[in-house]
């Protein structure tokens, strides 16, 4: 070989050596957590499903370089979230994304950059975050405004029912974005001249005394505010709405194809989409203080017609017309 061409094979395995190095260096895997006020989501949860395919279209994949934080209580146990948020802070979670108000709370004080889906309330008025354009915190997310959303949901109602006289408003009044939630119910509530039935409840034995004032005066409709509670109740409700013959409005459309009645709310498919992108931005260093929150730009009217014929009731074509989406 001439001493030409043994330096340029020198040279080359050199220049080649590093490189395969890095070819072989493991890639980062990033790891997120989804936390509800009943604890850390499995990946099998529809919310968590929702979040991880949002990620796998940014380029994210389980096991290669996304972690999800797994389940660590027994199911049933009752868990304490401030702890659960140090326990992720301590295992250095990249980002949790929260349902809920007190999920969000707990995630606010224990500093973890954070990303909020929704059941929050208003992130102003319970003091999650100062600015909804710049949160100056670790919390960041989508949050809808309750007002409109309320005004519209009585307002369906208002059109099935045109004699709508009085609404039983069901809501954990333990939670403070529940309880702004209701409150602006209610007042869009008796802008329609609409009487409210107040029927908070605190704990799951609440609901058979919501039941209670609800058999002492007939409501002519019933509006549920979704958070972990009532959601975890939700079939109890079903069930007094179907045998008291009593249309039922609900926030989520989930819950309409589990057999409530009708639901007008924020597109979750959505909502989650876009808190992946929220996710992926902090994976790549963004700051949630630098990302503005952001409210939901799809809403969903859904109606189960096999549940408003158990009951009796026929839906005006006025209102089937509104549907996004009619559940046979």
């Known amino acids: 070989m001439k001493r030409r061409e043994f330096m340029i094979l020198i040279g080359t ?9 890095i070819a072989q260096a493991p890639a980062r895997v990033y790891r997120v957590a989804v936390v509800t006020p009943r604890g850390l989501l499995p990946e099998s949860a529809p919310y968590a499903k929702l979040l991880l395919d949002g990620l796998a279209q940014r380029g994210y994949t389980l096991g290669q370089n996304l972690g999800l934080e797994g389940p660590r209580e027994a199911a049933g146990q009752p868990i304490e979230l401030p702890r659960l948020m140090e326990e992720l802070k301590a295992s250095k979670v990249d980002v949790i994304v929260v349902v809920g108000y007190p999920t969000a709370v707990a995630a606010k004080d224990a500093g973890i950059p954070t990303v909020v889906v929704n059941g929050v309330g208003d992130p102003l008025a ?7 354009a710049r949160p100056e915190g670790n919390i960041t997310g989508i949050s809808d405004v309750a007002t409109t959303l309320s005004t519209k949901r009585l307002g369906l109602l208002k059109e099935l029912l045109p004699k709508l006289h009085r ?3 069901l809501w954990n009044k333990d939670d403070l974005g529940m309880s702004l939630r209701y409150a602006a119910s209610a007042k869009a509530a008796e802008a329609m001249g609409v009487a409210v039935q ?25 509006l549920m505010v979704s958070d972990s509670l009532t959601i975890l109740n939700r079939k109890r409700v079903f069930q007094y709405a179907a045998t008291h ?51 939901p730009t799809r809403y969903l009217f859904v109606i189960n017609l096999k549940t408003a014929k158990s009951i009796g009731l026929e839906i005006p074509p006025n209102v089937l017309a509104l549907a996004d989406e009619v559940v046979e």
């Open 245 to 295: 013959r009593l249309p039922a409005i609900y926030e989520y459309d989930p819950l309409v194809r589990e057999g409530g009645l009708m639901s007008y709310g924020p597109d979750l498919q959505e909502s989650f989409d876009r808190a992946a992108s929220m996710v992926d931005r902090l994976f790549k260093g963004a700051r949630p203080s630098d990302l503005p929150f952001e409210q």
């Open 126 to 132: 319970t003091g999650l975050v100062v600015n909804l």
């Open 13 to 21: 395995a050199a220049m080649t050596a590093p490189r395969a190095g």
């Open 198 to 222: 107040a029927v908070g409840v605190r704990e799951p034995d609440d609901f058979d005394e919501a039941f209670a004032v609800m058999d002492r005066e007939p409501p002519d409709a019933i």
């Open 167 to 169: 609404v039983a408003m």
